[in-house]
Each structure stands twice: as C-alpha cells, then as structure tokens.
C-alpha cells in the first residue's frame, strides 16, 4: 500500500492529504485565493465560475472537510471564510522537505568539491 503524502502517520497524514486533495484542483484554488481576502457568500464565491451551484457547493464542502474554510449560516445566507491552520501544515511539511534537500544538496556539493580538490 503506498504511502500518504508526509512521514507522519495516522490522523495527521490523512488531514495532510486531505489538504493536498482539495489544493489539487484550480477551482478549490481560486476560491481559496478569494478568501484570503476576506470572507464572502456563497454566491459570490460561484459568480466568476461557469458551474452549476451544486457542483460548486460540492468544492466547498471538499474546501470545508479539509479544514481550508469554515462556514456560517445566517437565514439563507452561507458565508465561508479561510482557516489558515491547514495551510500552515503544509507549509511546515514542505519547509521539512525543503531543509532535508538543502542539506542532501549541501552534501553532494562538498562531496564534488573534494572529489575535484583529489584529482588536482
């Protein structure tokens, strides 16, 4: 079985992936893009789409049980608005990745460099 996205394992993996999933696709961006500017209904995040509304609300719900938004409803109005701890996740996922091929990198490099000083 392969492995979730990240080392960890368990329920913190799965959230991971779960960000991962919603973030795959450009319509899930985009409206996480919007949000971070400010909260808005669920209408207004729909307008700029050319998409029925249930299958928008659909990317909502997969933006909301990834933990990415969270939602208010007042009568019939719902609005939705950008929970930034999922990003913040990912982000110190990746600054794990990062610094792990920096230091790889920085390795090889000063294996190259002694290599190159060997044979002069």
Known sequence: MPKRSGDEGGEAGA??????H???D???RQVVERLS????????????FDMALPSFTQHLRVLEHAGLVTSEK???VRTY???PGPLDRVDAWL????????RRLDQ?????????????
């Open 37 to 48: 500017r400010g909260p808005a209904t669920t209408s207004e995040l729909a307008r700029p």
């Open 15 to 20: 959230r991971l992936d779960d960000v991962f």
């Open 108 to 120: 090889l490099d000063a294996l190259l460099h002694d290599l190159k000083e060997q044979q002069e």
């Open 81 to 83: 608005r950008l929970a």
């Open 95 to 102: 600054a794990e990745r990062r610094a792990l091929w920096t």
């Open 26 to 28: 450009p319509t899930r």
């Open 74 to 76: 007042a009568g019939r």
């Open 22 to 24: 919603a973030l795959s």
